[in-house]
C-alpha cells in the first residue's frame, strides 16, 4: 500500500516483508490447524475453511497433528 506520507519501499524491502508476512502466516495456520484437531474438526471442515482440499490439509499436515 503506498502512503505518500511514508518513503517508498525498494523492491528487496517489500520482498523481505512479504516473506517474513507469510512465513508468520503460515506459522499462525500451523497453530489453528493443530487446534481445530484437538477441538475434533475434520480435515474436510479445515480444508473447506481454508479453501483447500482436505487432502491437502492431511497431507500438509497430518504427520504432525
Do not use: F, N
Request: proline share 3%.
Amino acid at each position: 500500500m503506498v502512503d505518500s506520507d511514508q518513503p517508498e519501499e525498494s523492491p528487496v524491502e517489500t520482498l523481505a516483508r512479504i516473506a517474513a508476512a507469510k512465513e508468520a502466516l503460515a506459522r499462525e495456520e500451523a497453530v489453528a490447524v493443530r487446534r481445530a484437531r484437538v477441538a475434533g474438526l475434520s480435515w474436510a471442515v479445515i480444508g473447506t475453511m481454508l479453501g483447500v482440499s482436505r487432502q491437502a490439509m492431511h497431507q500438509k499436515y497430518g504427520r504432525r497433528a
